[in-house]
């Protein structure tokens, strides 16, 4: 799936990034802290430009709304920045954007395999399995606690990195770059090694398919 993704993406004349939609019932608690945890959390390894990272909601209870006060002052508290976001809905047009969606919960997976016509490009994903777990998320709106769904939301994204790392995709997608013959996207040269390097990497890739 993976290399018909970057295949895709090749063809479009620029290789995007990972693409990650963290998803909960409302978008202002459990999914709004892991896109600041987990972007927080790449920044600090160098690895921004590898991602896209958003976040949604599969109810519309919270349309329009920034994330809860709960999430703020736990971010603030362990001295993580907040990324700004207003709640939305998840649609369609994400599933064919974003390579990873991750729910929460049991409930955010039935809903988002209702929503998106039963993941037929196996998309969806539950966070914590990939910290070797099938427990939930659990919504500190009804729990009030933000410090254990944070300790959660943490273990995700270690383990969600620590996926990836194994998965070997920093070393296939070393960059972002642009096809050859055209500007690269760090100097704005024709050619830099940067852009050699992706572009081998892709090619190594499609050979391997």
Not at 163 to 173: A, R
Request: with cysteine; aromatic share 12%; proline share 3%.
């Amino acid at each position: 799936m993976l290399q018909m993704a970057a295949k895709k993406r090749l063809l479009k004349g620029v290789y995007m990034s990972i693409r990650v939609l963290f998803i909960c019932h409302g978008n202002i608690c459990r999914s709004t802290l892991a896109q600041s945890v987990f972007t927080h959390k790449v920044a600090s390894q160098g690895l921004s430009a590898h991602f896209l990272i958003d976040s949604a909601a599969t109810s519309t209870e919270e349309i329009g709304n920034p994330p809860h006060r709960g999430t703020v002052n736990k971010l603030r508290k362990v001295g993580i920045p907040l990324v700004p976001h207003r709640a939305r809905q998840v649609t369609w047009a994400d599933y064919e954007k974003f390579d990873y969606i991750i729910g929460m919960d049991s409930a955010n997976i039935r809903n988002l395999n209702r929503m998106l016509k039963g993941d037929p490009e196996g998309k969806i994903y539950k966070f914590l399995t990939f910290a070797g777990s099938d427990r939930d998320i659990a919504d500190p709106w009804y729990t009030g606690d933000f410090d254990a769904t944070y300790e959660d939301v943490l273990e995700g994204c270690v383990g969600f990195l620590a996926y990836l790392k194994e998965q070997g995709q920093f070393d296939e997608y070393p960059f972002q770059v642009k096809m050859e013959g055209t500007d690269c996207f760090c100097c704005n040269l024709s050619v830099c090694w940067r852009n050699i390097r992706a572009i081998r990497g892709l090619k190594n890739i499609f050979s391997r398919a």
